[in-house]
């Protein structure tokens, strides 16, 4: 009998293993004290009382995934662990490699029940109550993590995202839940008439504020406190949406789309964000690990553009197009008549 290859089962059954040799490495500060600076097994374990044999199978591991280079007995960063993983890079996604060890990963371990029952895990896992945004922001530490995480991704996507349509016609954005502004920024960096506004949780603001400080077009650029949900909107002729709307459900979403819709003027737009989904739901992969995560971790999921297209057409949008940026996050723009 011919068998098939596998290696599909046999990766899969190693995929966490891999994902937990980084988390371990990183939580331990690993990728921070083999920065420029090369260290053996030996002085990284008499250094911190741990054993040396252990760390050395640690290390060795991790160089085997491309993170660290070993040099004799001696081991020091790769390039992708300095520009990622080690916190003075502005591209360090460590934030959410946290998130991800601390919150994802225990949380992931009840995805059976979150697909039985439909929804997320927080209460089952952490015993977290009440409304989704305070069980991420449970503390502020937790919350710069899960915000700086947001950040770390964002940087990566938003300078394409803000160009996957042509906005030089506008003349006001607010980004909508625009957490740490790398969205706001991006676009007033590639549209030097924009102005930009990033609106939030006033908990986030004080965040934003930070990021915007450091940003080189702050001029252009406010930060204001409000609830998407409760609250009025600032003005604007372009809105934008990242990754917000995978959070919730079609009942918020259209509550949220048709407060938008109504506060446009004619020729406004709204700017989406978000990881696109193929029509039939079946990949690419990231997406739908994205949209289980959804699942384990809010009241969302991910969709295909037929899918955000039936939303925006709900709630009063006339034209939706799409765009597949071959990074980890899309872009969809809806224009308002
Ligand atoms: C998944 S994060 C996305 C952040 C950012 N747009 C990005 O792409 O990185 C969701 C954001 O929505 C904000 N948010 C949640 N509920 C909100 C509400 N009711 N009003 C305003 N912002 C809200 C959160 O504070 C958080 O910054």
């Excluded at 839940?177 to 706001?184: D, N, P, R, V």
């Amino acid at each position: 009998m011919n068998l098939p290859d596998p290696s599909p089962v046999l990766d899969l059954i190693e995929a966490f293993r891999r994902s937990k040799t980084m988390f371990a490495a990183h939580g331990m500060g690993i990728f921070e004290r083999l920065h420029e600076r090369p260290a053996t097994a030996v002085e990284i374990a008499q250094a911190d009382g741990w054993d040396a044999g252990a760390i050395a199978r640690l290390l060795d591991a991790n160089a085997a995934l491309g993170l660290l280079r070993k040099t004799g007995e001696s081991y020091v960063n790769t390039a992708v662990a300095d520009a990622y993983l080690w916190s003075g890079s502005a591209h360090w996604l460590g934030a959410y490699v946290r998130y991800s060890d601390e919150a994802l990963y225990p949380m992931w371990g009840n995805l059976a029940d979150a697909v039985r029952e439909g929804g997320p895990r927080w209460k089952q896992t952490f015993g977290f109550d009440g409304p989704l945004f305070s069980s991420f922001f449970h503390t502020d530490q937790a919350m710069r993590d899960f915000l700086r995480g947001m950040h770390g991704f964002g940087m990566l996507n938003s300078p394409t995202v803000v160009r996957a349509f042509d906005l030089s016609g506008f003349h006001r954005l607010v980004d909508l839940g625009g957490a740490t502004g790398h969205l706001a920024i991006a676009a007033c960096e590639a549209y030097p008439e924009l102005r930009a506004t990033v609106f939030d949780l006033p908990r986030v603001c004080v965040v934003a504020r930070e990021y915007v400080a450091a940003s080189e077009a702050r001029e252009r650029l406010d930060v204001a406190e409000g609830d998407f949900f409760g609250g009025d909107l600032p003005e604007a002729d372009i809105y934008s949406l990242g990754r917000i709307l995978h959070d919730w459900g079609a009942e918020k979403i259209e509550v949220l789309l048709r407060k938008i819709f109504e506060r446009l003027p004619s020729g406004g737009a709204l700017l989406i964000a978000e990881k696109l989904l193929n029509e039939d739901g079946v990949g690419p992969v990231h997406v739908n690990m994205q949209c289980l995560n959804m699942l384990v971790c809010t009241e969302g999921q991910e969709r295909s553009l037929g899918q955000y297209r039936a939303l925006l057409e709900r709630a009063g949008f006339a034209e939706v197009e799409g765009r597949v940026t071959g990074l980890a996050i899309d872009a969809m723009i809806a224009r308002k008549r």
